[in-house]
Each structure stands twice: as structure tokens, then as C-alpha cells.
């Protein structure tokens, strides 16, 4: 049975957003679905991907940083984080009804029925897909690939402890993606910053997790926010620290220098402020904590810049 939301707004989302003000009516519900309204989602999906591009910059140099390429990888980090929060939503529509955060989406709520999802799911990936394919063969081939993530990660929650890990798989794939794009194959270097992402992405999600440590343990949702308990701060501060270690054994593997170095230093400074200031027990601090990675985001891509640069 549908929640009744006569607003149509979504409890997790941002009041008086950019969508529900001045997107067309017809259009919010699949906005809401894609999560335009709460961006923090896309950036995450695409830092990943200039992280790649920036590392094959410091790796050569001569081939400069691929604007361009980032460019294209925001389109495409725009739509298959709007597909893949669908297809998220398409097969969580029953947990969603049962938890407070969730209930107002759109499925559950009953502003889009899961055929008419399913159909805007085929439109973004059609999308994202002729982003993809303007990229080399070997990248298309990788993008190709991580389309397995993508599809098993809704399911994990329901099975394993850790449904973060293989968010982190898929969200920092783009590490990969970004590497490949202008090199047109895999090395080291990239696979190195790839397990780094990984653990950053781990350690924000059960940050994020603890949101709905309460109502994922009355319907059985497992996440490393359950799992952690009362260690949560010790345990993401450990993969927070691997995650730094490995940006920077990544950036000197690729031939970069003390400027990385230098300035990733400010990065460990935010993810050091998420973890001092954290306090799942206060509305909403989980969720700003969270939110803070969107500069780590700019501040790795900019380190890999000035590297390049200098």
C-alpha cells in the first residue's frame, strides 16, 4: 500500500530545493526519483572519475588534463547516478515503505508506480550510454563492466553486513573509468587509487548509514553502521586513514611529487573534522558529515591539478 504524500516532497531531501521550486509538476516525481534535488550524489560519482583523468595527468604530462573527458564523465555521473538510484528505488519500494527517511519517495508514496520508473531507468541508461561511447573502446569496454555493480549493489543489504563495500566498488569505478579514458589501459597507479576510493566510500556511507541504524534494525536491513556499533568512529576513521594512504601511494606511483602530497593534507583535515565532530545521536549531523566528502572531492582533483601543473 502507497504512503500518502500530498506534497510530494521528500523527507531526506533539502525543503524549497531547486526542483521542487521550479521544476515543471509532471516533472518532479522523476526528479525526486533521480535525486536531482539532493546533488551531493552525482558529485560523489564524478570525483572519482577527475581523480583518474588528473592521475593520468601527473603519470604524462605532455598529454595535459582531459577537460573534455571530465566534462562528459559529469553528464554521465549525472545520469547513472539518476539510473541507479531508480533501479535502487525500484527494488527497495517495500523496505522504503517501512523506513520514516524513505517512505515519502516517490514509488512507495505513490507519485510514480514502478512501471513508469522502470521506463525512465531504460531513458538515463540509453543516456548515460551515449556518453559512454564516446570514449575509447578500451573504456567502454570498463564501463560496460561496472554495469554488474550497479545491479547487485541494491540486493547486498539484504545479504551481507557490508552493502557499503559494494557501493564502493561501483561509485569509485570512475577512478578507473577517468585513468582509461586517456591512456587506453589499466596500470598500477589507477588500481591503487581505485582501493583507496573504495575505503573513502565505504567510511562516508556508514556515516550516512547511521541516519537509519534504528529503522534498519526493526525491517533487517543489514550496513556497516549495524555492524560497527559503538566502534563506528574507530572503524571508519581506519578506512579513512587506508584511503589516504593509498591517494598518495597512488599519486607517487604515477610519478607525482610533494604537491599532492602538500595539498591532500587538507583533505585529511575534513575527513579528521567528520570523525571529531561526529555525533549520530543530533539530527542531521550524520548527514552534513557526510555531505563534507564533496570537498574532499575538490580538494584531491585540485592536488592532482596542481601536481600536473607544477
Known amino acids: 500500500?502507497?504512503?500518502?504524500?500530498?506534497?510530494?516532497?521528500?523527507?531526506?531531501?533539502?525543503?524549497?530545493n531547486w526542483l521542487d521550486r521550479y521544476a515543471p509538476e509532471a516533472v518532479k516525481p522523476y526528479g525526486r526519483l533521480a535525486r536531482w534535488d539532493r546533488p551531493i550524489g552525482f558529485w560523489l560519482l564524478f570525483w572519482p572519475c577527475a581523480w583518474g583523468v588528473g592521475l593520468a595527468a601527473v603519470a604524462e604530462p605532455l598529454f595535459g588534463f582531459g577537460w573534455g573527458a571530465v566534462l562528459l564523465m559529469f553528464i554521465g555521473a549525472v545520469l547513472m547516478r539518476g539510473a541507479g538510484c531508480t533501479f535502487n528505488d525500484i527494488v527497495d519500494r517495500d523496505i522504503d515503505m517501512k523506513v520514516a527517511r524513505t517512505r515519502s519517495r516517490p514509488i512507495p508514496s505513490g507519485q510514480v508506480s514502478a512501471a513508469e520508473a522502470t521506463y525512465f531507468l531504460v531513458a538515463q541508461a540509453l543516456l548515460a550510454s551515449a556518453v559512454l561511447f564516446q570514449f575509447n573502446r578500451f573504456t567502454v569496454w570498463a564501463g560496460v563492466a561496472s554495469l554488474g555493480l550497479v545491479a547487485i549493489y541494491p540486493f547486498?543489504?539484504?545479504?551481507?553486513?557490508?552493502p557499503q563495500l559494494f557501493l564502493g566498488l561501483a561509485f569509485s569505478y570512475g577512478a578507473l573509468v577517468?585513468?582509461?579514458?586517456?591512456?587506453?589501459?589499466?596500470?598500477?597507479a589507477p588500481l591503487v587509487l581505485y582501493a583507496g576510493t573504495i575505503l573513502w566510500v565505504i567510511g562516508y556511507d556508514t556515516i550516512y548509514a547511521l541516519q537509519d541504524v534504528e529503522d534498519d534494525a526493526l525491517v533487517g536491513v543489514k550496513s556497516t553502521a549495524r555492524l560497527f556499533g559503538a566502534n563506528v568512529r574507530p572503524a571508519?576513521?581506519?578506512?579513512?586513514?587506508?584511503?589516504?594512504?593509498?591517494?598518495?601511494?597512488?599519486?607517487?606511483?604515477?610519478g607525482g611529487g610533494m604537491i599532492f602530497s602538500v595539498i591532500s593534507l587538507v583533505a585529511a583535515g575534513l575527513l579528521a573534522w567528520q570523525l571529531w565532530t561526529l555525533d549520530a545521536t543530533v539530527p542531521e549531523n550524520p548527514l552534513i558529515r557526510f555531505k563534507n566528502n564533496h570537498f574532499v572531492g575538490v580538494v584531491l582533483t585540485l592536488a592532482l591539478l596542481a601536481d600536473w601543473v607544477w
Not at 1 to 16: F, K, R
Not at 236 to 254: D, I, P, S
Open 1 to 16: 500500500m502507497n504512503t500518502p504524500n500530498p506534497t510530494g516532497t521528500v523527507a531526506d531531501a533539502q525543503q524549497d
Open 156 to 162: 547486498m543489504k539484504r545479504i551481507t553486513w557490508w
Open 178 to 188: 577517468g585513468w582509461t579514458s586517456q591512456t587506453g589501459a589499466l596500470g598500477w
Open 236 to 254: 571508519v576513521a581506519t578506512l579513512y586513514a587506508g584511503a589516504f594512504v593509498l591517494w598518495n601511494v597512488a599519486a607517487l606511483m604515477a
